[in-house]
Nanobody, 126 residues
Framework: QVQLVESGGGSVQAGGSPRLSCAAS????????MGWFRQALGKEREVVAV???????IYADSVKGRFTISKDNAKNTLYLQMNSLKPEDTAMYYC????????????????????WGKGTLVTISS
């Protein structure tokens, strides 16, 4: 059974650099696409970054150059390093995993990921 537990959220000042973590159990990184998504109040959930089984990454334009997704297979942990935070980055951040495409991360499946964590809230103050 897959379980995803996010941590690292909280209140951060603009320009800060927190790191989110996602402890993943039941996930085989060689067969799962992993990703970070976020949902701001009153808005739809959107992809932030995904990483496939080969380590290839894709970022939303809004975070490109500021956020970095990575994974530690030995620790079964997914990370999101967030730099140069802006107030518009305020959102609930979710970790997700999916094995349907053998570790690949096709964009058509972003909102069809099988497994989701409960999220960690990141609030940026200016």
């Amino acid at each position: 059974q897959v379980q995803l537990v996010e941590s690292g959220g909280g209140s951060v000042q603009a320009g800060g650099s927190p790191r989110l973590s996602c402890a993943a159990s039941g996930v085989t990184y060689t067969r799962h696409c992993m990703g970070w998504f976020r949902q701001a109040l009153g808005k739809e959930r959107e992809v932030v970054a995904v990483i496939d089984s080969y380590g290839s990454t894709i970022y939303a334009d809004s975070v490109k150059g500021r956020f970095t997704i990575s994974k530690d297979n030995a620790k079964n942990t997914l990370y999101l390093q967030m730099n140069s935070l802006k107030p518009e980055d305020t959102a609930m951040y979710y970790c997700a995993a999916d094995p349907k495409y053998g570790g690949s991360c096709p964009s058509v499946n972003y909102h069809g990921m099988n497994y989701w964590g409960k999220g960690t809230l990141v609030t940026i103050s200016s």
